[in-house]
Structures are given as C-alpha cells and as structure tokens.
C-alpha cells in the first residue's frame, strides 16, 4: 500500500512537470518511478518464491520434472545450482537481486544479478524462474554479519512448485 501511495503522488508530480515541460524533473521522476515500481515488482514475486516448509517450502521438484532434469542438464545437480546461485548472490555488493531465470533465446537456465531495486522484466530475453533479495533488510534482522548463512538458509522455503509453474509456462508476467 506504501508503495501504491507513493507510485500515485509520483504521477501526479510527473503529469505536472509533463504539462510545464520540466525535463529535468521528468528525468528525475521516471528514476524514481522505476524504482519503486520495480521494488515492488520483485517483492511481489519474492514472496510468492517463497514458502514456510510445512506449505512446501524447500520441497525440490521431482526427480521426473522437466525443470529437474533441466537443471541437472545445466548444473549437473539441484546442490550445484544452488551453490553457483550462492556463490552470484555473495558477489552483490550493496543493494540487489539474484534472479535464475529462464532464457527465451537459448532456452536454457541461467543465473544474473540486478543492482538496486532493478529486475529483468525488462531484458527482452528473460523470464523470472526465482529472485531472492540481497539487500541488507532481508537478511541482517536474522543472520546479523552472516550474510551467507542467509543464502544458504533460503532455500529451505523456496517455493519450488511455484518456480517449477512458471519454468513450465515460462513468461514476463507477474501478479502484482
Ligand atoms: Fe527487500
């Protein structure tokens, strides 16, 4: 709801410098815009990524899965693709997303980073499988300086079978 405030005070500010023609502040508008807009964006499917253990959360996809099989093809095993994804989330410096995504080219999986509140919705070629938060709020509260406990940790409530819905029917959409 914040963030909904806050996206219809932005507007009202922006039709204002859009009817005077302040291009200066339309620029500074739009950024801020875009980073709300996409905060909100990755938190929507952050939460949905997620799930307490006794709903599923942590349950990896069966062995048969066309999404099991594709990470084995791509990582060798659902351990090793974790632990690549670990091993990007330690390099976010700061504020960002990790993101396994599915290419729409190449058809393959594939691991990225986004600084700040920034998503891949907006690279043509991707689809957003999972995205887990790396900024300091998601993880300081609980795991203090461990840092990596925290990404280490998170998947013991990721929501494989929503993952596993959207690698099925891979697409930019998100419920927000
Ligand atoms: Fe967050």
Same mark, same amino acid.
């Given at each position: 709801?914040?963030?909904?405030?806050?996206?219809?005070?932005?507007?009202?500010?922006?039709?204002?410098? %859009?009817?005077?023609?302040?291009?200066?502040?339309?620029?500074?508008?739009?950024?801020?815009?875009?980073?709300?807009?996409?905060?909100?964006?990755?938190?929507?499917?952050?939460?949905?990524?997620?799930? $307490?253990?006794?709903?599923?959360?942590?349950?990896? $996809?069966?062995?048969?899965?066309?999404?099991?099989?594709?990470?084995?093809?791509?990582?060798?095993?659902?351990?090793?693709?974790?632990?690549?994804?670990?091993?990007?989330?330690?390099?976010?410096?700061? %504020?960002?997303?990790?993101?396994?995504?599915?290419?729409?080219?190449?058809?393959?999986?594939?691991?990225?980073?986004?600084?700040?509140?920034?998503?891949?919705?907006?690279?043509?070629?991707?689809? $957003?499988?999972?995205?887990?938060?790396?900024?300091?709020?998601?993880?300081?509260?609980?795991?203090?300086?461990?840092? $990596?406990?925290?990404?280490?940790?998170?998947?013991?409530?990721?929501?494989?079978?929503?993952?596993?819905?959207?690698?099925?029917?891979?697409?930019?959409?998100?419920?927000?």
């Amino acid at each position: 709801m914040v963030v909904q405030g806050h996206g219809v005070f932005l507007r009202f500010k922006l039709n204002k410098a %859009t009817s005077s023609g302040d291009i200066e502040t339309i620029n500074k508008l739009s950024e801020k815009i875009k980073h709300h807009l996409g905060g909100h964006i990755n938190h929507s499917l952050y939460w949905k990524m997620l799930a $307490p253990p006794k709903k599923g959360g942590g349950k990896l $996809p069966g062995k048969n899965s066309k999404l099991m099989k594709e990470i084995e093809a791509s990582y060798g095993s659902a351990d090793n693709l974790m632990n690549h994804f670990i091993f990007e989330a330690q390099q976010v410096q700061g %504020t960002g997303w990790v993101w396994l995504n599915y290419d729409l080219q190449s058809h393959k999986l594939r691991i990225d980073k986004t600084r700040d509140q920034e998503n891949v919705l907006l690279q043509e070629n991707l689809a $957003p499988l999972l995205t887990i938060d790396a900024w300091e709020h998601a993880w300081y509260p609980t795991y203090k300086n461990e840092k $990596p406990k925290y990404f280490k940790e998170i998947w013991k409530i990721v929501n494989w079978d929503y993952v596993e819905k959207r690698f099925n029917n891979p697409s930019k959409k998100v419920e927000i």
